[in-house]
């Protein structure tokens, strides 16, 4: 089972998978849909390649490729309350210690 902070966010972000993302997001009113997947994988693959939480620019970035000028909107589309405050919890992350919105 899963342990999670006090303020809900994993303690241990290699005990995160779909069935727990789909878990955590439903609680927090988020439906996933494949934008939604497009950023946690990105998130996934970036924290098991350097271990950190990967800052809310880079994942801009990622939605560029997508939504070409239009990335920090849909970032904000996709997570309403924040990127640390959802996007963060969704993908299993601990909470940031310090982070950029862009």
Known sequence: MPTFDD???????????DALAQQIAQGLGVE??????????????????????????HVMRHLEQRYPGQGRHRLFELFPYGYVAQACRVAGMKRPRAWSTG
């Open 32 to 57: 996933l849909t494949d934008d939604h997947w497009f950023v946690l994988r990105f998130m996934r693959d970036r924290y098991h390649e350097n271990r950190v939480t990967v800052d809310a620019r």
């Open 7 to 17: 303020e809900g966010y994993l303690v241990d972000p290699d005990d995160w998978n």
